[in-house]
């Protein structure tokens, strides 16, 4: 009983930085936590980013640790993506997954494409 819409994703060169969104609505108060996948084509879908909805706590793969924060604002139910120093191997679709307390499944959104070339 979770919708999430992700946002912000475009087209940006080595280097660059970018903001991705997640809007959150329905069953709000459920929310475990909220975690940022990526996956490029040919490739797994791949972990990028958590963070717990109550807390705040973080969690970061290697590959993005240093360069992409992830933030939440529980008041306008978003999570963001900030991502910055952005190279080519970046370049994915980014989804917006959530984990319920007492769920079956977790949640998805559509995905927003990020492309990082010159």
């Known amino acids: 009983q979770v919708q999430l819409v992700e946002s912000g994703g475009g087209l940006v060169q080595p280097g660059g930085s970018l903001r991705l969104s997640c809007a959150a609505s329905?069953?709000?108060?459920?929310?475990?936590?909220i975690r940022w996948y990526r996956q490029a084509p040919g490739k797994e879908r791949e972990f990028v980013a958590a963070?717990?909805?109550?807390?705040?706590?973080?969690m970061y793969a290697d590959s993005v640790k240093g360069r992409f924060t992830i933030s939440r604002d529980n008041a306008k139910n978003t999570v963001y993506l900030q991502m910055n120093s952005l190279k080519p191997e970046d370049t994915a679709v980014y989804y917006c997954?959530?984990?319920?307390?007492?769920?079956?499944?977790?949640?998805w959104g559509p995905g927003t494409q990020v492309t990082v070339s010159s």
């Open positions: 997954n959530a984990r319920l307390n007492f769920a079956a499944h977790d949640y």
């Open positions: 329905g069953s709000i108060f459920s929310i475990n936590v």
């Open positions: 963070i717990s909805w109550s807390g705040g706590t973080t």
